[in-house]
Structures are given as C-alpha cells and as structure tokens.
C-alpha cells in the first residue's frame, strides 16, 4: 500500500519550555482510515496542524505523495490545501451567512474534478436542508453540512479534529457511518482525533499520543462497525 503522507522527527515549541511535540516519526497509506488517541495536552491537535499544513514544525519534515511540504512558500502550500487536503472540525465553522448549499458550495476548488453535490447531498440525507441557514439546523445536520463541504472537492486526505465532539451517540454513529462511506467510496484517506475509543475501534489503525509522542501504534485487526459503537 502506498504511503501518502509521512513526518519526519516532527517538533513543535511555542516556547523555550513549552515543547508540545517532541520528535514524531509517521507515515500514513492511501486509503486508510486512522484514529489518533490521547489525553488532552499530548500533542494531538497539534500534529494534524502541522501534518495538513495549517501550522509548521520548528523542526523535522511533511512530505505528500513524496513531495515536501515544509518551507513550500504560502502560495503553493495553499494550492495544496485548496485541493487535496480536508477539514473537519468539532464546531462546524459553518458560515453564518451562507445557507447549507452555498456553504458546501465554497469547498469546491476545481468543478471538473468535484463529487456531484446532488449525490453527496442524497448520500449524507441532507437534501431536504439545503436552503436552510445554520441557526436553522441541529448540530449533526450541520456537522453534515461540514462533512459535505470537506468532501465535495474529492480531497486524497481528509483530517477530523474531535469531528464528533459536539454530537450525541445517535449522530455520532451516523457520521462515523459516513465517514467511513466516502473513504470507501472516494477512496480518501482519513486522520481522525479523538477521545473515544469507541471511534478508534471501528478504524483501519490506532495511534496513540502521550506528551508529545508517539506511545502506540497498531493495526485493527477487527474493527467494529459505527453501529456497533457503545458510548
């Protein structure tokens, strides 16, 4: 399996004694579907920051589809956020403004190589809501929305931040279902924090974080099903 992502002795310091990564070596293959588990402060967040491009490293390096990210200037690590790479974050960050369509509208970078929204939105059972605002939608119709707009533009990896968070068991089950679905379907690759292991259950691999380094990492052998989940 081709790997498509890899870090290599990442390290992250805000401050001379705040050290929130320590030295992280990974690599991810395509089509695959993980979660990272840790307590808050082992340096989760702060790793899929820097693996997607939002944040950089003070030291080591990101390479995608062998190419490295690190010290690309901003305009061409944009063009590769812009179109292979999603988000999907625990508060929506929906906009306001826009209704749900137009909302899932503005993450398509390039139309020629976008899903048709039609069948994402059939697929994610949110046709019905399109015309609705935000403050006219419950939390995982709008995490939905979310996931659609992430997804649209078809990206090679998608990362969830607490992606679930926010949700009750019902739509958590229900996006994790999702989730899964689209990897399957599109063939994207998925990076999912979390707290719950019940998530991590259900996923392909299981890495696990504690101060600000790598303390497990294995494959699921077995995973669960998202109906399967217990909270």
């Excluded at 979660?35 to 967040?45: A, D, E, Q, T």
């Amino acid at each position: 399996m081709e790997t498509i992502l890899k870090a290599e002795n990442l390290k992250k310091r805000f401050t001379e004694r705040e050290e929130v990564l320590k030295g992280i070596n990974i690599e991810f293959k395509k089509d695959t579907f993980s979660v990272i588990l840790g307590p808050s402060g082992s340096g989760k967040s702060t790793l899929i920051n820097i693996l997607s491009g939002l944040t950089k490293p003070t030291e080591g390096n990101v390479y995608f589809e062998g190419k490295k990210l690190t010290g690309l200037p901003d305009r061409k690590m944009s063009a590769v956020k812009r179109k292979d790479i999603g988000y999907i974050f625990q508060n929506y960050l929906l906009l306001s403004n826009l209704n749900a369509e137009e909302n899932i509208r503005i993450g398509v970078p390039d139309k020629d190589g976008a899903i048709c929204i039609d069948r994402l939105t059939e697929m994610l059972d949110i046709k019905d809501i399109l015309k609705k605002f935000p403050s006219q939608l419950s939390g995982g119709q709008q995490q939905r929305v979310a996931i659609a707009r992430a997804v649209i533009k078809k990206p090679k990896v998608l990362f969830c931040d607490e992606a679930t968070g926010a949700l009750d068991e019902a739509n958590s089950k229900k996006v994790i279902e999702l989730l899964h679905y689209v990897k399957k379907t599109f063939g994207i690759t998925i990076i999912f924090i979390t707290h719950n292991l019940s998530i991590a259950k259900t996923a392909d691999r299981i890495i696990t974080m504690k101060n600000g380094l790598l303390s497990g990492d294995e494959r699921n052998l077995n995973p669960i099903t998202a109906s399967q989940m217990v909270w």
